[in-house]
């Protein structure tokens, strides 16, 4: 049975004399993604994660939360056996048994990593001393290029690690390890997936979301702690913000016909842009993608962010529609995103201008009182707490 899980970062491996900072964000991260669930030490070893399995019955459910770790390039169950050859050979030929009865395998190769170079034996030594063992025992044949069973030997100081599988995480850089963003979320499909992307480059995110219901509460209980709850499963913890839509919607009585969504997009950084100062946060985030709909021009992109004093980044500049629904199918987020939801930017116009000047919207921002409305909003504007788990949800104005 499995002693450890094994996990391996990639590009962490490039971070050169920040990748010990890097490594204990992972650790971190890791720790954090398995409370709840039974387990040892987690400790790094030569260039390796081990994570100490104390319950077998729970193995799944480990491997389940460590694959939505940012930062895991890849993870493997695995033994931690004596280096000594001739009780490390024993078990590779048991294990090996155990595996050509469950799977019958009939082709095998050996692959043996050394990360402690003082091993008496090099890895083309040690892979042709086991490979030959295993063949004269089992009767495999040798196949390097398209086994039916790879057996992996990792050689580390401490001792060997034994696996025959290896399972893909989903890489990126670990949480936390790139800053604080303050996410603008929306009801829709686009912005979860944007703030996925984010948290995936190592981010760590509150969100912010502008709702049209009466009371915050009804916005919260209808689907957005759902949706952080969602993105807690790879980002951890992380707080939500609620601002009433209510102030917006009376003051924008005022603005000529075309300009009422861009001035919502103002509108939106303006309280996003005060809520990241007071936070000390550098950045705000959206789910905007180049010409997918009308209003999102360059030239209003432009236009609704000038003279911000945040950064503004949109991680789906770039893609597509199809794309942006295909990952958000894949990470689970899809069937949440599509429940009904009465969305801000459905109550406005239907027919915005797409090339507004930046000149033309702040004499527009100044005839609506943006900020004056941007006050108004803040001072009503909730703070919910949420978990990746089922939670009381912890609010405050």
């Known amino acids: 049975m499995p002693t450890h899980l094994v996990v391996h970062y990639a590009e962490i491996a490039l971070k050169g004399h920040n990748r010990p900072l890097f ?28 994570v100490e399995v104390t319950d077998s019955q729970r193995l799944g459910e480990m491997m389940e939360r460590v694959q939505r770790v940012f930062g895991v390039s890849w993870y493997a169950p695995v033994e931690l056996l004596p280096r000594e050859f001739e009780s490390l050979k024993k078990r590779v030929l048991e294990r090996v048994g155990e595996e050509v009865s469950e799977g019958g395998a009939s082709s095998f190769r050996v692959a043996v990593r050394r990360a402690d170079k003082t091993y008496p034996y090099t890895s083309m030594q040690l892979a042709r001393m086991l490979g030959q063992a295993v063949r004269e025992l089992h009767g495999l044949r040798v196949s390097m290029k398209e086994p039916d069973l790879t057996v992996y030997v990792d050689i580390l100081d401490r001792g060997a690690l034994l696996y025959f599988r290896k399972y893909r995480g989903l890489g990126g850089l670990p949480v936390g390890s790139s800053g604080r963003v303050l996410h603008l979320l929306s009801g829709g499909i686009d912005s979860p997936v944007a703030a996925w992307l984010l948290l995936k480059r190592g981010c760590r995110l509150t969100y912010l979301h502008f709702y049209a219901y009466p009371s915050w509460q009804e916005a919260a209980e209808r689907k957005m702690v759902r949706l952080v709850r969602h993105l807690a499963l790879y980002g951890g913890e992380g707080d939500l913000y609620l601002a009433p839509y209510h102030h917006f919607q009376m003051g924008v009585l005022k603005a000529p016909p075309g300009l009422e969504l861009i001035l919502f997009r103002r509108f939106m950084f303006r309280v996003a842009e005060e809520l990241a100062q007071r936070l000390g946060v550098a950045a705000v985030s959206t789910g905007e993608s180049l010409a997918q709909v009308a209003s999102q021009t360059l030239a209003n992109m432009t236009a609704a962010a000038y003279g911000l004093k945040v950064e503004v980044l949109r991680p789906l500049l770039t893609y597509d529609k199809e794309e942006i629904v295909g990952l958000s199918k894949r990470i689970g987020l899809y069937e949440l995103s599509i429940q009904d939801y009465r969305d801000c930017c459905s109550i406005l116009s239907r027919h915005p201008e797409t090339r507004v000047s930046p000149e033309r919207l702040l004499e527009a921002e100044a005839r609506l009182g943006l900020g004056d409305l941007v006050k108004k909003t803040l001072d009503e504007t909730a703070k919910i707490t949420v978990a990746r788990e089922e939670s009381p949800l912890l609010a405050a104005p």
């Not at 890791?30 to 081990?50: A, D, F, K, N, T």
């Open 23 to 50: 490594e204990r964000l992972l650790v971190e991260n890791i720790r954090r993604s398995l409370q709840g669930v039974p387990y040892g030490r987690v400790e790094r070893v030569s260039g390796r994660i081990l």
